[in-house]
């Protein structure tokens, strides 16, 4: 039993308990290229949270993680057979009734961990810190923790050299054989300006991308997710450990 795992603790344990910070993971169900698991969003967030909150609670912290939410927004990929969509004001009901929770327990922090692309919490967040001001609640979403340049070699957004280095890595029995991965080869738009990033419009998954990947991820290996993964969950367990020992009335400086 993990003691900052919520889904693996106990009554016995909690009852006289107090943590400083709830972590929630929130991944997607989607296909992710042919070889990777439509978990996998998922199964990436449950291993990194776990493994940051192990590092900030062996430092002192205590955070305790959240069951993973398991659908996110896939608005986008709505004719991907069995990509599950949450809307995102669907979203916002299920965040308020977690907040409204931790709120009234005096679990005052809560830091959303985004596993998934195609998830925007900033105006979920804008708008329960305005209804829980005693809440202080962040997100983080863990490709831009570190340079990925870094560690892998291929562009991509979705089931692509980094993606599939920590399946690898993390859940190899559930990956495909390399002879059937697809190329992850991927359109984009025409219009200029929504490529170069500072314009935005949804991109339409069955018509960017035969094998729904975007970023090939040919030169993925296990001993690179091994390598990014560690990275990441060490600098994200310095983060919880800040957050868990933070005085929110005195955050800036």
Known sequence: MRPYILAET???????????LAILPWG???????HLPYATDN????????????VAWERGGKPIVLPTLPFGVNTGQSD??????????TQL??????????????????????????????????ELGYKFPKM?????????????D???????????????????????DLVLPKEKWGDGASKKYKIKSFSEGWAWAERKWSEISK?????????????KGERFFKDVTLKMGDFIYELCKADTNDLYE
Not at 43 to 54: G, L, N, P, S
Not at 99 to 125: A, M
Request: glycine fraction near 6%.
């Open 136 to 148: 202080f609640i962040s997100f983080c979403f863990f490709p831009g923790v570190l340079d990925k």
């Open 93 to 126: 009901a299920i965040l308020t009734d977690i907040v409204e929770v931790l709120n009234k327990q005096e679990v005052y922090k809560l830091l959303i961990f985004n596993g998934h692309g195609g998830n925007n919490f900033k105006p979920l967040v804008r």
């Open 211 to 223: 094998d729904t990947g975007v970023g090939n991820p040919h030169k993925a290996t296990k001993e």
């Open 150 to 172: 870094l560690y892998f070699d291929e562009k991509g957004d979705h089931a692509d050299e980094m993606e599939t280095s920590l399946m690898l890595h993390l859940r190899p």
């Open 28 to 34: 997607a169900t989607e296909a992710h290229n042919y």
């Open 43 to 54: 199964i990436q967030a449950d291993y990194m949270t776990a493994e940051a909150a192990r």
């Open 10 to 20: 106990n009554w016995k344990a909690l009852k006289d308990e107090k943590f400083d």
């Open 80 to 89: 991907i057979y069995l990509d599950i969509n949450l809307n995102p004001s």
